[in-house]
């Protein structure tokens, strides 16, 4: 009964070669997040759509897109990956609604990006 | 924007001490603070959660607490054991926002 679920599990592109990393939900949760983790370090917010709303962090590359055609699923778009877009990607959601569970995000397993 | 800090950056204990780590953050706002354990090429696993309206919560061997006045709050695992073996991360975020600000993370080694 996986929940939040990301495929591919690992993925080997070429330097600029785009490539799709895909996510999806059985919560029927309305906040879907897109996280860049490499080695040793915390997970980096890329951005988040609140149900078809995006929200884009300060900081993430243009190189990176996404897309949220329904409730269920939600793309990351890598246009021209390069050496240092090697990561681990994680997808999360959110029920983003009041109640005890508001807040709370539930990872997926993660896709590890190699660019060669 | 939100700033977490997380210390110490790596801990080692023997099995059955206990084992604390400590989070600092900057946004008064913040009211929601959680710990996510992950192990090595796994996803993060929320284990507890505090929000600002509670100074202490307990799970078992594991307890989070919270000082709003100082803007910390801490990680407590009491008789650890090896499994307990990850990197933890505390989190801040505003109840009317959706994002996570993490720290850096604690890499645990509990030694048998």
């Known amino acids: 009964d996986a929940m939040v679920i990301q495929n591919p599990r690992y993925q080997v592109t070429q330097f600029g070669k785009p490539v799709t990393l895909s996510c999806s939900q059985t919560?029927?949760?309305?906040?879907m997040y897109w996280y860049q983790q490499k080695s040793s370090q915390a997970p980096k917010l890329l951005f988040h759509?609140?149900?078809?709303?995006?929200?884009n962090e300060a900081d993430t590359p243009d190189n990176f897109q996404s897309r949220r055609p329904n409730t269920s699923f939600c793309f990351l778009d890598i246009r021209s990956p390069g050496l240092g877009d090697a990561a681990m990607y994680l997808c999360?959601?959110?029920?983003?609604?009041?109640?005890?569970?508001?807040?709370?995000?539930?990872f997926g397993p993660g896709t590890r990006l190699t660019v060669l | 924007g939100e700033n977490v800090e997380q210390h110490p950056s790596t801990l080692s204990v023997q099995e059955g001490d206990s084992a604390v780590i400590k989070c600092t953050y900057s946004d008064s706002a913040s009211n929601y603070f959680p710990w996510y354990k992950q192990e090595l090429g796994k996803r993060p696993q929320l284990i507890i959660d505090?929000?600002?309206?509670?100074g202490e919560k307990k799970d078992q061997r594991i307890a989070v607490t919270l000082n709003k006045t100082a803007k910390h709050f801490s990680l407590h695992i009491t008789e650890t054991q090896p499994e307990d073996s990850a990197v933890y991360f505390c989190a801040a975020s505003r109840n009317s926002g959706y994002a996570l600000n993490f720290g850096k993370g604690t890499s645990l080694l509990v030694t048998p």
């Open positions: 999360a959601t959110n029920i983003g609604r009041g109640g005890r569970f508001k807040n709370e995000q539930f």
């Open positions: 505090i929000r600002s309206n509670v």
């Open positions: 759509y609140y149900d078809k709303d995006f929200n």
């Open positions: 919560l029927n949760h309305n906040v």
